[in-house]
């Protein structure tokens, strides 16, 4: 398992994290397996889409702000619920297929790191399995 730690700069937003992935697979002596990308926190995520338009990505939060607003009736005291409800929603880890050494995204795919509480200094862990 390695991990590498990121910094986010804003309340919300989605860093593309594919390269940093990729130089793991690229460390790794596995030629072919899977690569297990997991995020170790409550209010943050990962997940995969478009990384060649960037509004994308603001598309996305815009809409789980639509879906799951900052304020209502929750219960949780921190302030922070909408960002645990987003956390559950996108997921904590994607799973990559690597051929030949690669990650074997489509040509738009990025795995990205979602913040939904920041800014923050957070961890994200990566396993290359053989198979
Ligand atoms: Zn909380």
Redesign the pocket.
């Known amino acids: 398992m390695k991990s590498f730690a990121l910094r986010t700069s804003r309340k919300e937003e989605m860093l593309d994290i594919t390269e940093a992935v990729q130089r793991i697979v690229d460390e790794s002596s596995i030629e072919d397996g899977l690569c297990c990308v997991f995020v170790p926190h409550?209010?943050a995520a990962v997940t995969i889409n478009e990384n060649a338009d960037p509004s994308v990505k603001e598309d996305i939060l815009s809409a789980a702000t639509r879906l799951v607003p900052e304020n209502w009736d929750y219960k949780?005291l921190?302030?922070?619920?909408h960002?645990?409800i987003k956390a559950s929603l996108f997921g904590s880890s994607v799973l990559v297929p690597v051929v030949r050494r690669r990650l074997l995204l489509g040509t738009w795919q990025g795995i990205f790191f979602c913040e939904f509480d920041g800014p923050r200094s957070r961890t994200v862990s990566v396993k290359v399995l053989k198979g």
């Open positions: 409550t209010t949780h921190e302030g922070n619920a960002a645990h």
